[in-house]
């Protein structure tokens, strides 16, 4: 059965334009959540040349945040990350559908990104997005013991817009408590 999860904290949620100002908050959370995180200056870059960067602000204040650069009809994923202590809330679900209706609007026919095979969360949700795997990238990222392939991920943002105008995210967050 699917049940809506906490429907006022969803809701208490919002999206806003990164900035360089929320650079240390995004750091942290980085930090904590990869073995190997973007500096800095990666995000910085990202904010300067005016890729699709979004934070995601809780009461609380920045809980995660998402980063897309568009181009030649597509966007690209780059990096979508929630603090760990505020995960499996539908956080990252919500972000992403929001960072996807935004390029879809702005234009982008597809939508491509890279994930690790460790990483099932991700997969889970990107599946659950529909999006679907095309491609490898070997030995794309770095790993504790070398390096780790890319599965290379993609969606058709026309056909996710239909399905999205008849199924609100809410109705696919499932209540894992
Ligand atoms: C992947 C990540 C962004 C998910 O964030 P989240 O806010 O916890 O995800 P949500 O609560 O929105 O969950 C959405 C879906 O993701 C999947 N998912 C999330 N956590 C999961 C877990 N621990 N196990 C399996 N699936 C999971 C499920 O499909 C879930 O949908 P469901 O609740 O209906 O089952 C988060 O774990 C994270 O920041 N990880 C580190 C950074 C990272 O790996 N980013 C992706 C790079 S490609």
Redesign the pocket.
């Known amino acids: 059965m699917v049940i809506p999860v906490d429907v006022d904290r969803l809701m208490s949620i919002s999206h806003r334009r990164m900035v360089e100002d929320d650079l240390p908050a995004v750091l942290a959370i980085e930090q904590a ?2 073995p190997f995180p973007w500096s800095e200056g990666i995000f910085r870059d990202c904010v300067r040349v005016g890729y699709l960067c979004r934070v995601l602000v809780a009461p609380e204040g920045i809980v ?1 945040y998402g980063l897309v650069s568009m181009g030649a009809g597509e966007m690209h994923v780059l ?4 603090h760990p202590t ?9 972000l992403l559908i929001w960072l996807l209706d935004e390029a879809h609007q702005t234009g982008s026919g597809y939508a491509f ?4 095979p460790s ?4 997969i ?2 990107y ?2 997005l529909g999006f679907a795997p095309v491609g490898v990238r070997p030995g794309y990222y770095q790993a504790v013991d070398g390096r780790e392939d890319a599965l290379v991920y993609r969606l058709d943002l026309d056909i996710w817009a239909i399905v999205r105008a008849k199924a609100p995210f809410e109705r ?3 209540n ?1 408590q």
């Open positions: 959540a990869y995660g990096n979508l990350c929630v505020h995960r499996g809330q539908g956080l990252a679900r919500r990104l890279e994930v690790r990483n099932p969360a991700a889970q949700l599946d659950s696919s967050v499932r894992r």
